[in-house]
């Protein structure tokens, strides 16, 4: 008797985990304007008169991308017992209307979407919906959880916090992927000429306040307090050398969640880490499995451990070919977490500045120039190889004229750097009344055979209005993107300044344009660094 009862419940085990046979189909979707967009789906199929309820998961393209983007992840999830559909966005890809950039319009997209769907499919269960992305796909995703509510999950892949954080980082115009997403926008969509007014406004300084708004309604942020009401639960995936996206901005966003979330900073480039996932037969990667064991805990109720902690985990930047991953129970983590403080002095006749506790000289001058020893490399290439070819600059062969560099004393111990680098109290004095700042952060070695610091992150800031020439002016607290990295013992944290940087659109980029870094009785600027166990 025991052993038959045993046995009918491993055959029913087995049978709960076989794979669901599944039917894919394309789909013209009417959505609330009479908009019709592109899409496909992968859906269970089941006996005619079964009352099984399935969850609805719905994935969004990414920008540029065809509403077959994500075939291997919706066709897997309809195995495992899931509706599942991708669309494309309005504008893209054969989808009608004009792309709308992540606003308004997508957002109510997305509400028409989850009601189509579960008129067309009756199994599809109206209490278990999520929605999911990457890059363009995330920022609606987003959204659109926040403005309806039967979203009950969302997967958001190297999305975004701000529209104007992204494309305005502390008012440096991202002149690189500014481009990037106009060409390729160019080539698959319909895009409004609203955008390309926007993006010429942050380029010039023109109409800032319109501007702002047309970037707020497209920005998930605004839906934070509608996100934490209801606790949707979050997972959230971004790549520390991402340039459009940037690391720190989602670092951020997580730590305002209320709800369920889980993060991962990953090394690459913008959506590196996650595209693995979209090749057949190849998405078994720990950014998807954590997907899939997402949705299955948060709309089937399977105990998996994945809203436990650790809830956070980032790839170290510095380990070339070895990916090693560090793991934390939340963000700030509870325990062994760190904020070591230097203040910059002047470099007094030396080649570096220093970094201590209190220092002073100065003051220092440096000007712009096109030809900067201390840059992010290759602006498209050197990101991606970033990880097993990291980029370096020659510190002590620096044009004082142009750059300045501080260092540390050497490190008495091996120390893991993690999380956002901060720099505040920056006073300079400028030629012109518009100017730009760029702050990099190195690992400097000065070795026998080696005086090259490998970059470990950066920041920018331009400076466009409410500054006249020759006055002192305090530069707002800089933001450092997220960054987690080894400096091994005997080596210095450097901090480096300079007025370009070939990723951003320079307020001014005339040659005889200059500023001053002033000390105080303390010291300059105060450069704060997370760190972590190891």
């Given at each position: 008797?025991?052993?038959?009862?045993?046995?009918?419940?491993?055959?029913?085990v087995?049978?709960?985990?076989e794979p669901?046979?599944?039917?894919?189909?394309?789909?013209?979707?009417?959505?609330?304007?009479?908009?019709?967009l592109?899409?496909?789906?992968?859906?269970?199929?089941?006996e005619a008169n079964s009352?099984?309820?399935?969850p609805?998961?719905?994935?969004?393209?990414?920008w540029?991308?065809?509403?077959?983007?994500?075939?291997?992840?919706?066709n897997r999830?309809?195995?495992?017992?899931y509706?599942?559909l991708?669309?494309?966005?309005?504008?893209?890809?054969?989808?009608?209307?004009?792309?709308?950039?992540?606003g308004?319009?997508?957002?109510?997209?997305?509400?028409?979407?989850?009601?189509?769907?579960?008129?067309k499919w009756?199994?599809?269960?109206?209490?278990?919906?999520?929605?999911?992305?990457?890059?363009?796909g995330a920022?609606i995703s987003?959204e659109?959880?926040?403005?309806?509510?039967?979203?009950k999950?969302?997967?958001a892949l190297?999305?975004?916090?701000?529209?104007i954080?992204?494309?305005?980082?502390?008012?440096?115009p991202?002149?690189v992927?500014?481009d990037?997403?106009?060409i390729?926008?160019?080539s698959t969509?319909n895009l409004?000429?609203?955008?390309?007014?926007m993006?010429n406004n942050?380029?010039?300084y023109?109409?800032?306040?319109?501007?702002?708004?047309?970037?707020?309604?497209?920005?998930p942020d605004?839906f934070?307090?509608?996100?934490?009401?209801r606790k949707v639960?979050?997972l959230i995936?971004?790549?520390?050398e991402?340039?459009?996206?940037?690391s720190?901005?989602?670092?951020d966003f997580?730590e305002?969640?209320?709800?369920?979330?889980?993060l991962?900073?990953?090394?690459?480039?913008h959506?590196e880490?996650e595209?693995?996932?979209?090749?057949?037969?190849?998405d078994?990667t720990?950014?998807?499995?954590?997907?899939?064991d997402?949705?299955d805990?948060f709309?089937?109720?399977?105990?998996?451990?994945?809203?436990?902690?650790?809830?956070?985990?980032?790839?170290l930047?510095?380990?070339?070919?070895?990916?090693?991953?560090?793991t934390?129970?939340?963000?700030?983590?509870?325990?062994?977490?760190?904020v070591?403080q230097?203040?910059?002095g002047?470099?007094?006749?030396?080649?570096?500045?220093?970094l201590?506790?209190?220092?002073?000289?100065?003051?220092?001058?440096i000007?712009?120039?096109n030809?900067?020893?201390?840059?992010?490399?290759?602006p498209?290439?050197?990101?991606?190889?970033k990880?097993?070819?990291?980029?370096?600059?020659?510190l002590?062969?620096?044009?004082?004229?142009?750059e300045?560099?501080?260092?540390?004393?050497?490190f008495?111990?091996?120390?893991?750097?993690?999380?956002n680098?901060?720099?505040?109290?920056?006073?300079v004095?400028?030629?012109a009344?518009?100017?730009q700042?760029y702050?990099?952060?190195?690992?400097?070695?000065?070795?026998?055979?080696?005086?090259s610091g490998?970059l470990?992150?950066?920041t920018?800031?331009?400076?466009w209005?409410?500054?006249?020439?020759?006055?002192?002016?305090?530069v707002?607290?800089?933001e450092?993107?997220?960054a987690?990295?080894?400096?091994?013992?005997?080596?210095?944290?450097?901090l480096?300044?300079?007025?370009k940087?070939?990723?951003?659109?320079s307020?001014?980029e005339?040659?005889?344009?200059?500023?001053?870094i002033?000390?105080g009785?303390?010291?300059?600027?105060?450069?704060?660094?997370?760190?972590?166990?190891s």
């Amino acid at each position: 008797m025991i052993r038959a009862q045993l046995l009918a419940a491993l055959m029913a085990v087995s049978v709960a985990q076989e794979p669901y046979p599944v039917k894919f189909d394309f789909h013209r979707i009417k959505s609330w304007d009479g908009t019709e967009l592109n899409g496909n789906s992968y859906v269970p199929i089941v006996e005619a008169n079964s009352t099984k309820k399935f969850p609805l998961v719905i994935f969004i393209n990414s920008w540029g991308s065809p509403s077959i983007e994500y075939v291997a992840p919706v066709n897997r999830f309809a195995k495992k017992g899931y509706v599942g559909l991708e669309y494309a966005a309005r504008g893209f890809y054969g989808s009608g209307g004009e792309a709308g950039v992540a606003g308004p319009d997508d957002i109510k997209d997305v509400t028409a979407i989850i009601t189509w769907a579960l008129q067309k499919w009756p199994m599809a269960d109206p209490e278990q919906v999520a929605l999911g992305g990457i890059s363009y796909g995330a920022g609606i995703s987003l959204e659109g959880a926040g403005a309806d509510s039967r979203v009950k999950a969302v997967l958001a892949l190297s999305g975004w916090k701000s529209l104007i954080d992204a494309l305005w980082w502390q008012q440096a115009p991202s002149l690189v992927w500014s481009d990037i997403l106009v060409i390729l926008g160019n080539s698959t969509a319909n895009l409004p000429p609203q955008l390309f007014q926007m993006l010429n406004n942050l380029m010039t300084y023109q109409n800032v306040n319109a501007t702002i708004e047309y970037g707020h309604l497209r920005s998930p942020d605004r839906f934070l307090t509608q996100l934490n009401s209801r606790k949707v639960p979050i997972l959230i995936s971004n790549n520390q050398e991402d340039n459009l996206f940037h690391s720190n901005f989602q670092l951020d966003f997580w730590e305002q969640l209320q709800g369920p979330k889980r993060l991962f900073l990953n090394q690459g480039t913008h959506a590196e880490a996650e595209l693995k996932g979209l090749i057949p037969g190849e998405d078994d990667t720990y950014i998807w499995d954590a997907c899939d064991d997402w949705l299955d805990h948060f709309l089937k109720g399977v105990q998996n451990n994945i809203e436990k902690p650790p809830l956070v985990r980032i790839t170290l930047g510095n380990k070339e070919v070895e990916m090693v991953h560090e793991t934390f129970d939340t963000w700030p983590p509870s325990t062994g977490y760190n904020v070591m403080q230097y203040r910059a002095g002047g470099r007094g006749g030396s080649k570096f500045g220093t970094l201590g506790a209190s220092t002073t000289a100065g003051p220092d001058t440096i000007s712009f120039t096109n030809n900067t020893k201390m840059s992010c490399g290759e602006p498209v290439i050197a990101p991606v190889f970033k990880p097993v070819v990291p980029i370096r600059a020659k510190l002590n062969e620096l044009d004082p004229n142009h750059e300045i560099a501080f260092l540390t004393e050497k490190f008495e111990k091996d120390t893991r750097v993690c999380g956002n680098i901060h720099l505040k109290d920056l006073v300079v004095s400028a030629t012109a009344d518009r100017f730009q700042v760029y702050g990099y952060i190195y690992s400097y070695h000065n070795g026998l055979l080696a005086h090259s610091g490998t970059l470990v992150t950066h920041t920018p800031t331009g400076i466009w209005a409410g500054y006249k020439a020759g006055e002192d002016y305090t530069v707002p607290e800089l933001e450092f993107r997220s960054a987690c990295v080894d400096i091994k013992k005997g080596h210095q944290l450097a901090l480096g300044l300079n007025m370009k940087n070939a990723l951003y659109k320079s307020a001014n980029e005339n040659a005889g344009v200059s500023m001053t870094i002033k000390y105080g009785p303390n010291g300059g600027p105060l450069l704060s660094v997370p760190t972590v166990q190891s």
